[in-house]
Every structure is written in structure tokens, then in C-alpha cells.
């Protein structure tokens, strides 16, 4: 177990990070961030911050030995470099490997027993062609690495639209589109010892491939496929020997769940389990990788809505307060770019007329 007291190492300077350092330090942990960029923050609520590239081995060696425990916020992180402290990090790097590449995620979800979007890898414009007879179209074109909130993705309506595509250099994968009714996600921690809570799936709802919302309760075509989605998160939790907070995202079709991908870490469709849960996402991930008792995920309100604040709405996101039953969070960040996340607001019970 690591006591109270200990330093806890993140790598990755955003909100996930400032939310799991506001967790840690409410059981008395002090955190260490590690990030790239100055403006971080997590390193705003924390006791330390490295500020130094993901590639500086020198860097990475010192923080570690300044934590007592590594966990990270952003799967990006190159894999590489983080063997200088292996042994402090939880989760193991394995779950990062696979996170971090679309084509072995979808295929380590099917060797588990999930159902992908049907996919190919695409190198180039004639294998991209190829793919799009195979699959056929709409599907959606996406970079294997480093996408995250629909950047690196281009819908494909026709064989047509593919000519006009200039492919990135990076390695991509053209995806068949899925019709899903419905968008949840399975979140599960798993302690060192293999035990595994699951909290209540909300339905999330995304806008321009960023989360919107997510909301409790989900739709009953969810709760009658989130037994399936659960067995395969927990296969896949097992099968890393996963330690902390793993997120599963899915499409609820007619023909069941579809495995869309996998978030080693906290994520944003679990923000709402700050104020709806007995235990938050992020204590839970403390707990986990400290080596604690898990708390109960157990949900406190039928109805709960979690509404993210992305860009200049960040600018008047104080007038939601006039809702006392509004919980708002705002991350601290600068600049209210269009397109960025810039805090959320939590309901909990029904909706106000
Ligand atoms: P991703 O970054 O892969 O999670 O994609 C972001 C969002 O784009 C998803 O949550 C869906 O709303 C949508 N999306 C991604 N892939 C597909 C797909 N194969 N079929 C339908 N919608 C998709």
C-alpha cells in the first residue's frame, strides 16, 4: 500500500489530470505532474510539476524517482521511454500499447470476444479503395494513433468521396459507419488484487466527435446489452492484469453491443460520478493504484446529467450556478478555444422545466 503522504506521479497535465490530483490530494496524496506543455492544469492544483518533452529519458528518470507510484491521464504518451519507470506504473504500459494503436485495440477486442465496426488498414489510396469495396460505404477514415475527439477522422459517404481524400502520412484504418441507436460506455476500476466495480452506464451523446453529454438513466436497448459489454470489458481488464479506472465505449445496435475503442484511464463519460456516485471515477483510480479498499460505485441518483462546456461557452458558464442543483467544474484553462473542453456541469435528478 502506498501511505498517505506519498507522491503520486501523473503523466499528462489536463483535467483528467487535475481531477485525479483533487481526488488523491482529498486522501492525502501529494502529485507530481509530468507534461509537455507549460500551461498544465493539473500542475495548477498540484505539489509539483516537470515540465520537460515525453522523449526526455533524463527527465522521466527523475520524476519517477520522485514518485512513489506513476499512473497517467493521456494515453498518447510514447510507450518508449516510460521503461525507465516500469516499475511504478500503473496501469502497465501494455494497456497504453494497445490503446494507443486502433488496428491492435479492435483486434485484442475481438481475440476477447467483442464485435468491432467491421475494419481494414489502409496504407494508401488503392488499399483505401479496396477497403471501401470490401466494407463498403459510409465508413469513416481514421488515423490508427494519436486521434482523439474526432480529429484525425474523415467521413467517407461514397467510393467517389475517397478520390478527393488526400490519406495523412500516418497510418490509418477506413471503418465500416456503425448505426447505432445509442452510444454508452462501460467504466470499470479494478483493484491490484483483480477485484472489478463497474458504475451505472450513462448514455453519452457526441457532437462533431466530442462528447456532449452523458446522461442516467441510459435506454432500455443499453441496460439490455450492458451485461455483454461489461463481460468484455472485464475480459480485456483480466487479460492486462489492468490496475485503476478502464473505460470501454460502445455502440447499441439491434444486433447488440459494438466495441467502438478503449480509454486506459479515467474518462470524460464518467465526470458525472463526481457528485452521482458514493465513490468518483477518480477516487477509485487513487485507491486502485495505491493499493486501498475500492469504493462503493454505487449511483446516489436515478437521474443524472453530465453537459461538458467546450469553447467560448466556458465565458458564461457561471450563470449555470443560478440552478442550485447545478455542480459546475471549470478546468482552469486559459484560452476558450472553440472545439476545447473547458469544464462541465453535473445535474443530479430530473431535468428543470
Ligand atoms: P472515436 O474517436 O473513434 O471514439 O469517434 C468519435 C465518435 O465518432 C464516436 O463516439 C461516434 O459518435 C462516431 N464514430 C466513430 N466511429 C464510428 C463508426 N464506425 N460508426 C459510426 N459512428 C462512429
Known amino acids: 500500500m502506498i501511505a498517505p503522504g506519498a507522491t503520486i506521479g501523473i503523466l499528462g497535465g489536463g ?4 481531477m485525479l490530483a483533487i481526488a488523491a490530494a482529498g486522501l492525502g496524496y501529494r ?3 509530468y507534461a509537455p ?20 529519458e533524463a527527465a522521466l528518470a527523475g ?12 494515453e498518447n504518451v510514447p510507450v518508449g521511454p516510460l521503461a525507465a519507470l516500469a516499475a511504478k506504473l500503473l496501469p502497465h504500459s501494455r494497456a497504453l500499447e494497445i490503446a494507443q494503436d486502433r488496428l491492435h485495440e479492435k483486434g485484442f477486442a475481438e481475440e476477447l470476444g467483442g464485435r468491432p465496426a467491421p475494419y481494414v488498414p489502409v496504407h494508401s489510396a488503392e488499399d483505401l479503395a479496396a477497403a471501401i469495396e470490401r466494407i463498403g ?17 474523415w467521413r467517407i459517404s461514397s467510393a467517389r468521396d475517397a478520390d478527393s481524400i488526400r490519406l495523412p502520412g500516418a497510418a490509418t ?3 465500416g459507419l456503425v448505426h447505432f ?23 453519452n451523446v457526441h457532437e462533431h466527435g466530442i462528447l456532449a453529454s452523458s446522461a442516467l438513466p441510459p435506454s432500455a436497448q443499453i441496460l439490455a446489452q450492458l451485461e455483454q459489454a461489461r463481460a468484455l470489458a472485464a475480459r480485456i481488464a483480466d487479460a492486462l492484469g489492468y490496475v485503476g479506472v478502464l473505460t470501454c465505449e460502445f455502440f447499441a445496435t439491434d444486433a447488440g453491443p459494438v466495441f467502438n475503442e478503449m480509454a486506459p484511464r479515467v474518462h470524460n463519460s464518467g465526470h458525472w460520478t463526481i457528485e452521482g456516485a458514493a465513490t468518483s471515477q477518480f477516487e477509485n483510480h487513487i485507491r486502485a493504484i495505491c493499493g486501498l479498499p475500492l469504493g462503493s460505485t454505487a449511483s446516489l ?17 457561471h450563470e449555470l450556478l443560478s440552478d442550485p442543483a447545478a455542480h459546475l467544474h471549470l478546468y482552469g484553462k486559459r484560452e476558450p478555444r472553440e472545439g476545447r473542453k473547458m469544464g462541465h456541469v453535473t445535474r443530479l435528478g430530473p431535468a428543470p422545466e
Open 181 to 203: 441507436s445509442a452510444e454508452f460506455s462501460v467504466i470499470l476500476v479494478r483493484s491490484q488484487d483483480g477485484e472489478i466495480r463497474f458504475w451505472d452506464s450513462a448514455e
Open 37 to 56: 506543455d507549460r500551461e498544465s492544469v493539473a500542475a495548477d492544483v498540484s505539489a509539483e510539476f516537470t515540465c520537460a518533452a515525453w522523449t526526455d
Open 173 to 175: 484504418i477506413y471503418e
Open 301 to 317: 441518483a436515478s437521474e443524472v446529467t453530465m453537459t461538458n462546456i467546450v469553447g467560448p461557452a466556458a465565458l458564461t458558464a
Open 15 to 18: 483535467q483528467l489530470g487535475r
Open 31 to 33: 502529485c507530481h505532474i
Open 63 to 74: 520524476f519517477a524517482e520522485s514518485c512513489d507510484v506513476v499512473t497517467f491521464e493521456f
Open 137 to 153: 460505404a459510409p465508413g469513416i477514415l481514421k488515423t490508427r494513433a494519436d486521434g482523439y475527439d474526432g480529429k484525425g477522422q
